[in-house]
């Protein structure tokens, strides 16, 4: 068992799973429960979505909302901040949300910085998830939250090129035809602007 595997979350999927959201690593809250979207990003996709004060990861956990899953993209915090001590293994993954903003270039930044430190090999295990809830959910909708999630499904999916934000594009993925769509990540931080899929 590797020395980080207290800090992983596992996917969270209803019973059937028609939409799929895609975040992109767990944090505090997510650590604690072992839920993804189960913190204040969860509660902004709950409210937004539902129109309810419950988690969004929360809610499908106890079988409140069907018909809906989460992933992250990566299963550990990219964040420092979520650990006590960061595993010196993950300390080259935070580097990831340090990358500065740099508008249209700002995905190929990560996926630069991604194909120089992936040694626990995070895309194969993003693809082999997401091949796996698309087959057995029968997937129709992957809404895909945040930059660095977006960088995760085009580095799985190189065949996933120019997709429009905020508008459908579809991807064939493990012999099913799925449709994507780009959006924010829902964190609460987004200086007043409302989160919408």
């Not at 509660?43 to 992250?72: C, Q, R, T």
């Not at 065949?159 to 959006?183: D, M, P, S």
Request: net charge neutral; hydrophobic share 35%.
């Amino acid at each position: 068992m590797p020395e980080y595997n207290q800090y992983c979350v596992d996917d969270i999927l209803g019973e059937n799973c028609e939409r799929l959201f895609i975040l992109e690593s767990p944090h505090t809250k997510e650590i604690q429960l072992k839920i993804p979207a189960s913190g204040s990003s969860g509660l902004v996709m709950a409210k937004e979505l539902f129109n309810s004060s419950i988690p969004l990861g929360i809610a499908i956990k106890n079988s409140e909302i069907n018909g809906v899953g989460i992933m992250n993209a990566v299963q550990f915090p990219l964040d420092e901040r979520a650990y006590q001590a960061t595993p010196d293994i993950l300390m080259e993954y935070m580097n990831i949300k340090k990358l500065q903003y740099s508008g249209s270039a700002f995905k190929n930044d990560i996926k630069k910085k991604l194909s120089e430190i992936d040694k626990l090999n995070t895309i194969a295990n993003f693809h082999e998830r997401l091949e796996s809830v698309v087959k057995e959910k029968e997937s129709k909708e992957i809404i895909v939250c945040g930059f660095i999630s977006q960088t995760y499904i085009e580095l799985a999916y190189p065949a996933l090129i120019n997709v429009r934000f905020k508008t459908w594009t579809e991807l064939n993925i493990g012999g099913r035809n799925v449709n994507i769509r780009y959006t924010h990540h829902p964190s609460p931080k987004r200086e007043g602007n409302s989160w919408t899929i």
